[in-house]
């Protein structure tokens, strides 16, 4: 059975860091690539961030700068690192993988971020 994780949410002021963990089992997690992605409320789901399984990132223009998308794959683990938190980053944050011919098929139940003062 395929389990996708997230946690490491919570509620920051603007300016601060979180980070967000996201473990994987029941998969060859190392071999697929990995995507966040955001949904605040009334809006869209929107792409954050994707980490290869060889751990190259890319990155939202939004997110630039900002944030950093790494993985540790002998612990099934990617890693949202988020700095300089703007309230506009409040969301959802999901953590989304699956094979290649497949694409992101699954998905975690989600962490929420809340950055107010």
């Known amino acids: 059975q395929v389990q996708v994780v997230e946690s490491g949410g919570g509620l920051v002021q603007p300016g601060g860091s979180l980070r967000l963990s996201c473990a994987a089992s029941?998969?060859?997690?190392?071999?697929?690539?990995v995507a966040w992605y955001r949904q605040a409320p009334g809006k869209q789901r929107e792409l954050v961030a994707t980490?290869?399984?060889?751990?190259?990132?890319n990155y939202a223009d939004f997110v630039k700068g900002r944030f950093t998308m790494s993985r540790d794959n002998s612990k099934n683990m990617v890693y949202l690192q988020m700095n300089s938190l703007k309230p506009e980053d409040t969301a959802v944050y999901y953590c989304?993988?699956?094979?290649?011919?497949?694409?992101?098929?699954?998905w975690g139940q989600g962490t929420q971020v809340t950055v107010s003062s």
């Open positions: 029941g998969i060859m997690f190392s071999r697929y690539a």
């Open positions: 989304a993988t699956g094979p290649p011919a497949s694409g992101f098929i699954y």
């Open positions: 980490v290869s399984g060889g751990g190259d990132p």
